[in-house]
């Protein structure tokens, strides 16, 4: 079946600029993450949502980042006035239990 | 945090057992050992896991130490395509959900 999907793919934008960047979890997956990743690191937890509710979001690096997931299905990971330390992947990931599953991520380059 | 430590890289020789090493010392009773593998460019792609007993699937077999302190991810014969960054992960339970701490990871390379 259809695993999870993420647009853009590849996303670039000027210092300042505000993005968004959407997720598609597999349908019927209750919980949905967001997490970032640099350059040769490890995937860093940011957001989790059960359905529509944002129950977890200490990872969230400032409050220019912002996630919602209004009918518990699509969520768009938001970053407002872009800094170039925001340059990194933004991977999303779905579970109905206890697995995740990834999608193949957006990567944001901030000049 | 990650909670887990690795090996930066590894080589193998393609067609013969890859053995990834992870040590998670402080892990709690009812933390499972979670395997994901990173291939260039593409999302984790889940392998495996464990709460103490070994286990094994289609991809891959983990066992893991009676103190539970550490664990081994074994991929039986490998190949080209395995050639991966590989995370052991503990997932911890929180109020809410089960936390993932990824670490750095292990960069496998599967050499001809």
């Known amino acids: 079946g259809a695993g999870v999907s993420q647009s853009p793919r590849y996303k670039v934008a000027k210092r300042g600029q505000d993005v968004a960047l959407r997720c598609d979890p597999i349908s019927g997956h209750v919980s949905l993450f967001w997490y970032q990743q640099a350059l040769g690191q490890g995937p860093e937890f940011l957001t989790y949502f059960q359905n529509e509710a944002q129950l977890d979001k200490s990872g969230l690096p400032s409050d220019r980042f912002f996630a919602e997931r209004p009918e518990g299905s699509v969520s768009t990971l938001k970053i407002q006035r872009t800094q170039q330390e925001d340059s990194a992947v933004y991977l999303c990931?779905?579970?109905?239990?206890?697995?995740?599953?990834f999608g193949p991520g957006t990567r944001l380059l901030v000049l | 945090d990650a909670k887990t430590t690795q090996p930066p890289s590894m080589d193998c020789a393609e067609g013969r057992a890859a053995n990834l090493p992870c040590n998670h010392s402080?892990?709690?009773?009812?933390?499972?050992v979670y395997w994901y593998r990173q291939i260039h460019s593409q999302g984790p792609q889940y392998i495996i896991h464990g709460l103490k007993n070994n286990e094994t699937n289609e991809m891959a077999s983990l066992i893991i130490t009676e103190d539970r302190k550490s664990s081994t991810l074994i991929l039986p014969h490998a190949t080209l395509r395995d050639t991966a960054v590989y995370y052991c992960?503990?997932?911890?339970?929180?109020?809410?959900?089960?936390?993932?701490?990824f670490g750095s990871g292990t960069k496998l390379n599967v050499k001809p």
């Open positions: 990931a779905s579970s109905l239990g206890w697995t995740q599953y």
């Open positions: 402080t892990i709690s009773g009812n933390e499972y």
């Open positions: 992960i503990v997932r911890v339970a929180t109020d809410n959900f089960n936390k993932f701490y």
